[in-house]
Every structure is written in structure tokens, then in C-alpha cells.
């Protein structure tokens, strides 16, 4: 398998250095940036398998470029010395892959960009062929990454919302624990804040279903959740739009 290419936006010179370099080490391809302007500039002359992401950047903030890269297929990894449970919520809802602490271990952020680059090219092959998920009135684009529904047009999701759609839409009628949606939405570091899913999944419902009476996203008393609907898989070509 070839080795990922990396954009490293980290505006600290000497970390910049020190990761670029054992990443190339590894044998990765690695561009840098040291602001949000070089690192969209880099981004629209070239796009990299993976997006490392310092959040505090001189002269704005990392957040803005995550859904800017997650929707042009860019894998994306935060790495940020901000590490509260309320700073990485925030990253993984923008659309975040994965959430590292610094200082960072560089050979675990290298084995991290190589399965997230694994994970984020086995997901574009699959769905090279424009699939289309579809069920009651609502279209699922796993291309776009986009919810449409005939009546309203696009509905607007965060990343974290849209994983865990699609994962229930590809898994119709599964009955999914909470710590296992944790794993599959989040990170296995993540075991434990159950409750962080429930709040995820009240609000991906307001997208989907009736306050109050959801027919979509069923609660199961003491376990976790089911998608209950069927499921049609659509060409791009065939769908409503």
C-alpha cells in the first residue's frame, strides 16, 4: 500500500519541524503550512489523504477548514494542546476523523494517519460509483456527504450527525449498544460517555423525525438504538435530487 500524503498545518516552527520530519521518515509525503491562508492554499494546489489540524493557528482558528477538508474527502486529524471534552466534541461535530493531544507521541500519530488514510480510501472506492441511500422521503448522498429530503431540499448535518446517519442507514433495522456507537462514531478513547450519543442522537433526529414521536431512530430501553426503515440503494443518476 503507498505511503499517505500529509498536509501538516501547525503553526509552531519548531513542532512543524520536528513531526514533518519523522513523517517523511516514515516515508510519507509531507506539505506544510504555518497559517489558515497557506494551509487553504495548499489545500486547493494539491489534495493530501490527511489534514493534520493545530486549531490555534495565528491568524484564525483550525476549526474552519475541517468541514472544508472532510467534504473534499480529506481524512482529518485535530491536534491541539486544547483537550477538554467540550473542545473535542467540537472538533469530532465539524467534521474531525480523529482528536490528538499535544505534546503527541509521533510514532502514534503516524500509525494514526496511515488507518485513517486506509479508512478514508477504502470509503471513496466504495462509494466510487455515486450510491445513494435512501429511505421514506430522504436521500442520503454518500458522495456529497449530503441529507436531501424531496420536500426541503438539502438538510444540513454536522460531520458527527452525518457518521452516524450513515452508519445506521447502511445498518437498517440493527440494534446498535451505545458504547458500540461510541467506537464507530468517535474513538475507542471515548468508551464510557455514553451519554454523548444520546445527545447526538436527539439531535440527528430533529433532521429525520417527529418531536416527540420518533418512527425513525428508535430508542431500546437499556441498550441503545435501532434505524427502523428500509433501506434502498440508488445510482446518482436514478435519484429524485
Do not use: C
Not at 486549531?55 to 474552519?64: K, R
Amino acid at each position: 500500500m503507498p505511503q499517505p500524503s500529509v498536509l501538516l498545518i501547525e503553526d509552531d516552527q519548531l513542532v512543524r519541524q520536528l513531526v514533518s520530519e519523522y513523517l517523511r521518515s516514515e516515508g510519507m509525503t509531507v506539505s506544510e503550512a504555518s497559517s489558515l491562508a497557506s494551509a487553504r492554499e495548499a489545500l486547493g494546489a494539491k489534495r493530501p489523504d490527511v489534514a493534520v489540524v493545530d486549531l490555534m493557528l495565528g491568524d484564525g482558528s483550525g476549526l474552519d477548514l475541517l468541514r472544508e477538508a472532510t467534504e473534499a474527502g480529506i481524512g482529518v486529524i485535530v491536534l491541539s494542546s486544547r483537550g477538554s471534552p467540550v473542545d473535542r466534541i467540537l472538533g469530532l461535530e465539524l467534521g474531525a476523523h480523529d482528536y490528538l493531544n499535544k505534546p503527541v507521541e509521533p510514532r502514534e500519530l503516524a500509525l494514526r494517519i496511515r488507518r485513517l488514510a486506509s479508512l478514508v480510501g477504502a470509503a471513496q472506492s466504495g462509494r466510487a460509483d455515486g450510491e445513494i441511500l435512501a429511505f421514506r422521503d430522504f436521500e442520503l448522498d454518500t458522495v456529497l456527504r449530503q441529507l436531501r429530503h424531496k420536500g426541503e431540499g438539502v438538510i444540513e448535518l454536522t460531520g458527527t450527525q452525518y457518521r452516524l446517519l450513515e452508519l445506521f442507514v447502511r445498518n437498517p433495522n440493527r440494534v446498535f449498544e451505545r458504547d458500540t456507537l461510541v467506537e464507530q462514531i468517535f474513538d475507542r478513547q471515548w468508551v464510557g460517555l455514553s451519554r454523548s450519543i444520546d445527545v447526538l442522537v436527539s439531535k440527528t433526529r430533529t433532521r429525520i423525525d417527529t418531536p416527540g414521536e420518533p418512527t425513525l431512530i428508535k430508542s431500546i430501553r437499556g441498550v441503545g438504538y435501532v434505524f427502523a426503515a428500509e433501506v434502498r440503494r440508488l445510482k446518482r443518476g436514478a435519484a429524485a435530487g
